[in-house]
């Protein structure tokens, strides 16, 4: 069957702007999770939502940084008033509750 | 806090030799996971470890666990051009209840280049 997709896979912004990544988990999957990974570095965790619930949003960097899942399958994870600091890759994974998080091929987003 | 610590986070070898990679964690976890990077690309699971002594092996790879030492070992057998990519350990941050799935702590990677 299809895997978590995510678009866009890749992200141009300017200092300042808004930005919206989306994740479309793997169909039935409870849990989905959203990682930022720096370059040479591994992901590290953002938020999770079990169905439509944010669960836990403890590795948001700042309150610039929002998601949502509200009918509990695709996902956006929003950016605001994006900083250089920001450029990273965003990965998205789902999993049954609880198992294996599958992940995504990831949005590559670049702020200049 | 949860902290994941691989080591080597580098490592250069030939093909047809073996080596080991370490990953230790700092606090009790019921699930250790491997995951595969290749440059460009996502994560790729490997190995799911649920219990102390834990043992599971696929192709050259084979991954163990020891929950008292708290530590997990990935060990490469007859290396080969192909394994060449960047290992990621991650343990899960939920409690040992099972309760629930939660997000992963990773360690840093080790980044493998298998030379012929």
């Known amino acids: 069957g299809a895997g978590v997709s995510q678009s866009p896979r890749y992200k141009v912004a300017k200092r300042g702007q808004d930005v919206a990544l989306r994740c479309d988990p793997i169909s039935g999957h409870v849990s989905l999770f959203w990682y930022q990974q720096a370059l040479g570095q591994g992901p590290e965790f953002l938020t999770y939502?079990?169905?439509?619930?944010?669960?836990?949003k403890s590795g948001l960097p700042s309150d610039r940084f929002f998601a949502e899942r509200p009918e509990g399958s695709v996902s956006t994870l929003k950016i605001q008033r994006t900083q250089q600091e920001d450029s990273a890759v965003y990965l998205c994974?789902?999993?049954?509750?609880?198992?294996?998080?599958?992940f995504g091929p990831g949005t590559r987003l670049l702020v200049l | 806090e949860l902290k994941v610590e691989q080591n080597p986070l580098f490592l250069s070898m030939q093909e047809g030799k073996n080596y080991t990679i370490y990953c230790n964690y700092s606090t009790t976890s019921d699930r250790l996971y491997w995951y595969r990077q290749d440059p460009g690309k996502s994560l790729e699971s490997l190995f799911v470890?649920?219990?102390?002594?834990a043992v599971k092996q696929e192709g050259r790879l084979m991954a163990s666990l020891d929950t008292k030492a708290r530590l997990s070992t990935l060990h490469i057998t007859a290396a080969v051009h192909d394994l060449s990519a960047t290992y990621f350990c991650?343990?899960?941050?939920?409690?040992?209840?099972?309760?629930?799935?939660?997000?992963?702590?990773f360690g840093k990677g080790t980044h493998l280049i298998i030379q012929p």
């Open positions: 991650a343990v899960d941050m939920s409690s040992g209840s099972g309760g629930g799935a939660d997000g992963l702590t």
């Open positions: 994974a789902s999993s049954d509750l609880p198992g294996t998080q599958y």
């Open positions: 470890l649920l219990s102390n002594g």
């Open positions: 939502f079990q169905n439509e619930a944010q669960l836990d």
